[in-house]
């Protein structure tokens, strides 16, 4: 019932669309993007260290070793664009690099231009420094400049150059590279597929806590692709990453707890998590939910419930006969109950955008 294989490949398809340090998660560098922006201070610029063309000068290392995690000077800078204070960052950044060649300050500069955050937007500016960066050894860099490579952002699509700054990236412990890299393997269109190969990369992510890798290993394992079928280290993952909030892995986990497939079965639980992944808007959630709630199992019994779920996951694709059948024979005031409920729910759901 999963559909958990398909949702892989959809992953695999839509790497492309990953945003500039969406995955900026690692020691050593900004973790994450700020939650809310906040007045902006204006200091004093310093002269920036590139030209009208957005192309660096001026006398840089050969090969500058990337400065140890921690320091105070780019926590400075890091510190301030995690608070939404971009022009401070773009400054302390660009004093960095003038006086150190600091790569770390670099693939900051080169995030600012990706994303016009405390500057004008521009592809070329941010393709410069994260070159600058990377073949200074910065594994953020490497990543960030995989992606431009990748999308073809900036210039031609160059996906040879992608998949090995990926790979480097990946070797000196990047996440996101090890990540993004298995995506290309399961899915097959970008490399050959190799699924033992996928489950390699997706491993180091998966112990780093990354839920999204997490649920791919663990439906490797469920399948028995590039790793021995084991449905209990599968149902282990799924755990972790259901824990951390993966709309799937909890569908997923329900589904191992209702039926006690690799894990001691525990139906009140499932039900519990059923409830979460349904409001969260999950189509197969909600039709396990209605017929949790048709037949009273880890839940009371409650036909007006039962009806409003079924009704919703089927205006979410989720078809399913018997519960048709089941909400036809309720007394008139149930089934108008659960219709008149589910209408308030869906009539809450977002506009499409057309």
């Known amino acids: 019932m999963s559909g958990g294989w398909r949702g892989?490949?959809?992953?695999a398809g839509a790497i492309v669309a990953?945003?500039?340090?969406?995955w900026a998660q690692v020691p050593g560098g900004p973790q994450g993007r700020p939650a809310a922006r906040h007045s902006v201070p204006k200091p004093v610029m310093p002269p920036l260290p590139f030209g009208d063309k957005g192309l660096p000068f001026g006398a840089w290392p050969a090969a500058a070793p990337a400065p140890a995690s921690g320091g105070p000077e780019p926590d400075v800078a890091y510190g301030a664009y995690q608070r939404g204070h971009f022009l401070t960052a773009l400054a302390v950044a660009t004093r960095r690099v003038n006086e150190k060649g600091d790569p770390k300050a670099m693939t900051l500069l080169g995030w600012l231009f990706a994303s016009g955050e405390g500057v004008r937007s521009d592809d070329q500016a941010a393709l410069s420094w994260y070159k600058l960066a990377a073949d200074r050894g910065d594994r953020e860099a490497m990543f960030e400049l995989a992606m431009f490579r990748l999308r073809g952002r900036g210039g031609p699509r160059d996906r040879d150059a992608a998949v090995a700054l990926l790979e480097h990236a990946a070797s000196?412990?990047?996440?996101?590279?090890?990540?993004?890299?298995?995506?290309?393997?399961?899915?097959?269109q970008e490399l050959g597929r190799d699924f033992a190969k996928a489950a390699t990369l997706l491993r180091p992510a998966a112990d780093a806590g990354s839920p999204e890798a997490q649920y791919a290993l663990a439906t490797l394992y469920k399948e028995g692709r590039g790793v021995p079928q084991d449905v209990a280290?599968?149902?282990k993952l799924l755990g972790a990453a259901a824990e951390a909030g993966n709309l799937d892995a909890i569908v997923e986990f329900a589904v191992a707890l209702f039926n006690g497939s690799g894990i001691a079965k525990d139906e009140a639980r499932a039900a519990a998590l059923f409830v979460k992944a349904a409001q969260r808007g999950s189509a197969i959630a909600q039709n396990r939910l209605a017929r949790i709630l048709s037949a009273g199992r880890g839940l009371p019994v409650d036909p007006v419930a039962a009806a409003k779920w079924h009704i919703i996951s089927k205006a979410g694709g989720e078809s399913d006969p018997t519960l048709d059948v089941f909400v036809e024979q309720l007394p008139p005031e149930q089934r108008q109950a659960g219709e008149r409920a589910a209408k308030v729910w869906l009539t809450r759901l977002p506009t499409p955008r057309t």
């Open 18 to 22: 990953m945003t500039p340090g969406a």
């Open 233 to 235: 280290e599968a149902v």
């Open 172 to 188: 000196l412990g990047h996440i996101a590279a090890a990540y993004n890299l298995a995506l290309l393997y399961l899915g097959g």
């Open 8 to 11: 892989m490949l959809l992953l």
